[in-house]
């Protein structure tokens, strides 16, 4: 008995090993990958500014911003929310800074911490109102976005008179401050931006979160199936909450950013680009319905927007060809990621 179970045993077949193609599939970004190669091999081979130092550095430069925000937003997506406030809030904490360093006369520093407090405050308060009321993000967050647009112009004329506010440069901290978020790094003839550093390392981070903590099983089981999340012990609330003070965060780094890069911020800034973030992050293999994404692949999805944006530039076509490329863009990942989506759950079963 015991020599005929250890023939079977050893004639049994051996678990078979998902071919590369297969495990190359069920990778949300690989898509966005392919598609960044496209892309750059097409404006490489057609312009020879696409690949000097300086046209590295530009498209690095364009997509760097747009990045740290889609990598927070491809977080929320997955967790099944959108933050239609993420682009606005990039001026809201701007001017929350400039505000204070300018007209208040406080240290840069101190202002930049009130204006994060307040970054994530209105995060926080998206997170609830959100869980609490059961009301879809969208609707929660395009109140957030209008309430913002309008505090950003509103309180900007009411101080200074105009819609823009200016002259940080003169304020305390700005030095140190300058240096932290706005600093460049010469790289031979290219001068890279620290918000492109910003950018590498709050991808780095978010990937790390997502698939090596806790913290990121429960961003995807809240986004793949809020009531089996809520049934196994996932703290789905806090999850969300934070989730969404995430994303503002994001926004005060790039806000941040800016202000200190060109010394002033104007109160409509950042209106319009929640899209683009979602879109990025759509293009990164993010599903519109949650539970599937990766960071990784929104930061390559924010590249594709950066070396396509200034690939048309620097090809010297008309700019307005850059909407027909987002449209064709985001309908073309939409297919792709569905089909990638439902391949991968067709291997895990």
């Known amino acids: 008995m015991t020599d005929t179970a250890t023939v079977s045993e050893s004639t049994a077949p051996a678990a078979i090993k998902p071919s590369l193609l297969n495990r190359l599939i069920v990778r949300p970004e690989i898509g966005a990958g392919l598609g960044a190669l496209m892309v750059f091999v097409f404006f490489a081979v057609i312009t020879d500014r696409f690949l000097s130092p300086l046209g590295v550095a530009t498209w690095l430069d364009d997509a760097s911003t747009l990045g740290i925000m889609a990598v927070a937003v491809a977080l929320l997506m997955i967790g099944g929310e959108f933050d239609l406030s993420a682009g ?5 904490t701007a001017l929350v800074t400039a505000m204070l360093a300018v007209h208040a006369g406080w240290n840069v520093w101190f202002a930049l911490g009130v204006s994060l407090l307040f970054a994530l405050a209105v995060g926080a ?10 009301l879809p993000s969208f609707i929660v967050t395009l109140g957030t976005f209008l309430a913002l647009q309008g505090l950003n112009l509103g ?29 460049t790094t ?3 003839d290219a001068r890279i931006q620290a918000s492109v550093l910003w950018w590498i390392a709050v991808t780095a981070v978010a990937t790390l979160v997502l698939v090596r903590t806790r913290f990121g099983n429960w961003i995807y089981a ?5 009531p089996s999340a809520r049934a196994v012990g996932v703290p789905a609330a806090r999850t969300k909450i934070l989730l969404f003070m995430g994303t503002a965060f994001a926004g005060w780094i790039v806000g941040s950013c800016n202000l200190l890069r060109f010394a002033s911020v104007q109160a409509n800034q950042g209106v319009g680009l929640e899209f683009q973030y979602i879109i990025a992050a759509v293009v990164g293999g993010c599903l519109l319905t949650g539970g599937f994404g990766s960071v990784l692949g929104a930061a390559i999805g924010a ?12 090809a010297r076509w008309d700019s307005d060809w850059f ?3 987002l449209g064709v863009l985001l309908l073309a990942a939409v297919l792709v990621n569905n ?8 291997l895990r079963r």
């Open 88 to 92: 606005v809030m990039t001026a809201s």
């Open 125 to 134: 308060l998206n997170g609830w109102v959100v869980m609490r009321t059961g």
């Open 303 to 314: 590249l594709i927007f950066g070396m396509a944006r200034q690939g048309i530039v620097f």
């Open 222 to 226: 809240v986004g793949g199936s809020l």
């Open 339 to 346: 089909a990638f989506a439902k391949r991968a759950e067709r």
């Open 323 to 325: 909407m027909l490329f």
């Open 155 to 183: 309180v900007t004329r009411l101080v200074t008179g105009t819609v823009q506010v200016s002259g940080i440069r003169s304020a305390p901290g700005y030095a140190s401050a300058g240096w932290v978020f706005a600093a």
């Open 186 to 188: 010469n790289l031979g």
